[in-house]
């Protein structure tokens, strides 16, 4: 594997991750028998002088992040794009969760910290009968139990045990840092870490829909939440195991998915411009 060289190992490091879950997304579908996407190159557009001005002095910009991009390559598309260096996102989503990402430039990426600070709203789903290495899709289903039992009152009540100031450790394939290590990286290499438990809060949890094994909910909570260790824990209170199968943010503080453009969108708008 090659990369072009910035004098920099922090940016080789980045295009490593990034090109390493490029590669095993295709891989899955091959495997599946579907044809891979190949992403259509298109020939950089010059942003007009005043809309690059605009950006470079300060925007919010409110994205639905498309499905298996990561939070960097969205960052990343709209340097390019809008061909500035000072821009941040205030809040990462996994690859395989879509839906709101607030992104700052210029002297907005001040306000960055202030934003990730800011409750949040997810939907989604927890599949029950099985867990994953990962708590989500990022690894393959095991440990496959028996939810014939589980009601939808038992569903409902065990959410009143995962409302309001809860104690919750993170996945062991996450990017909290342990001795200035993600722990993700030592989970790839085998290598187990206790992590203390965090105090966060949900401020609601409900079930919006029950087709088992798929339960769909809603969850309103504070900032370092992982709503993939809460789907965990909730799998282990109901005793069947869960993980978590789909995930959209829905809101961060005042700012709605609803008032959110899709890249396409944002970048076909930025040419009309």
Not at 55 to 60: D, K, L, S
Not at 185 to 207: C, D, M, N, Q, W
Not at 226 to 243: E, Q, T
Request: charge should be positive.
């Amino acid at each position: 594997m090659q990369f072009k060289i910035h004098n920099s190992s922090f940016k080789i490091f980045f295009l490593a991750r990034k090109e390493t879950y490029r590669q095993k997304h295709i891989q899955k579908l091959q495997e599946g028998g579907e044809e891979a996407p190949r992403p259509e190159r298109k020939e950089r557009i010059p942003v007009d002088p005043e809309i690059r001005q605009r950006y470079e002095e300060g925007q919010v910009i409110l994205l639905n992040k498309p499905l298996h991009w990561t939070s960097f390559d969205v960052v990343r598309k709209l340097r390019g794009l809008l061909q500035i260096k000072k821009i941040g996102h205030a809040g990462t989503l996994d690859p395989l969760a879509t839906g709101l990402l607030i992104v700052c430039t210029g002297k907005f990426t001040k306000k960055i910290n202030e934003y990730m600070a800011q409750e949040k709203e997810y939907t989604g789903s927890f599949t029950l009968g099985a867990v994953t290495p990962t708590y989500d899709l990022e690894s393959e289903p095991e440990q496959q139990k028996d939810f014939s039992y589980v009601t939808p009152e038992l569903l409902k009540e065990t959410t009143a045990r995962f409302t309001g100031d809860i104690e919750q450790i993170a996945p062991a394939y996450s990017a909290i840092k342990k001795d200035g290590v993600a722990l993700y990286e030592l989970a790839r290499k085998g290598i187990e870490v206790k992590t203390e438990p965090r105090k966060v809060r949900i401020s609601a949890f409900e079930i919006t829909e029950i087709q088992l094994p798929v339960v769909g909910f809603r969850v309103v909570c504070s900032t370092g939440t992982y709503i993939r260790s809460l789907a965990n824990d909730y799998g282990a209170a109901l005793g069947c195991g869960a993980y978590l199968s789909s995930l959209c943010r829905t809101r961060i503080g005042e700012f709605g998915l609803k008032d959110a453009v899709g890249m396409e969108e944002f970048e076909q708008d930025l040419v009309k411009q």
